[in-house]
């Protein structure tokens, strides 16, 4: 859209929209993360598999506030 030289508005609202769409992905691989990855660790009873599961989510997490 920049090399076709489009409209401001119209190239700032497009990348709005996939911003939101990569944020609904993220979000949607995050959930299924967490079903499988810290559940499975959680159903293991394994404490340190549950503390590193837990601190790999909580790194990811602080990482997309940034």
């Given at each position: 859209?920049?090399d076709e ?21 993220e979000e ?39």
């Amino acid at each position: 859209m920049v090399d076709e030289d489009r409209y401001c508005i119209d190239v700032i609202t497009q990348i709005a929209a996939v911003r939101a769409a990569l944020g609904r992905v993220e979000e949607e691989v995050l959930r299924d993360h967490v079903a499988h990855c810290v559940e499975h660790a959680i159903n293991s009873g394994n404490a340190a598999e549950q503390r590193r599961k837990i601190a790999e989510l909580m790194e990811v997490l602080a990482r997309s506030q940034r």
